[in-house]
């Protein structure tokens, strides 16, 4: 069973910043893209970041400039450090692992959300 360990949430001020941390553990043979996506009350999913395990990130526009993703394949670990942190980036944030391989297969897994929150 693969599970996924979010850690570094929590309640900063506007201008702040905050370091998310993600390790992945079970029997697993390859992960494809890690990443995180954040959920605010009222509102849709949304994708935060993406890394490949490749290098290849992908940001939403609203993040881009003042997060910033990383990956050690070998810990199986995903950074998102934030930075310039606004109360509009307030959300559960939830760490992604797409396209594991292990010995269920192939699948998705979601980790269970950190909250962070944002003051002004």
Do not use: H
């Amino acid at each position: 069973q693969v599970q996924l360990a979010e850690s570094g949430g929590g309640l900063v001020q506007a201008g702040g910043s905050l370091r998310l941390s993600c390790a992945a553990s079970g029997t697993i043979f390859r992960i494809d893209a890690m990443g995180w996506y954040r959920q605010a009350p009222g509102k849709q999913r949304e994708l935060v970041a993406r890394i490949t395990s490749g290098g290849v990130t992908r940001y939403a526009d609203s993040v881009k400039g003042r997060f910033t993703i990383s990956r050690d394949n070998a810990k199986r670990t995903v950074v998102l450090q934030m930075t310039s942190l606004k109360p509009d980036d307030t959300a559960v944030y939830y760490c992604a692992a797409d396209r594991v391989s292990g010995i269920s297969g192939v699948r998705d897994y979601r980790g269970q959300g950190i909250q962070v929150t944002v003051s002004s």
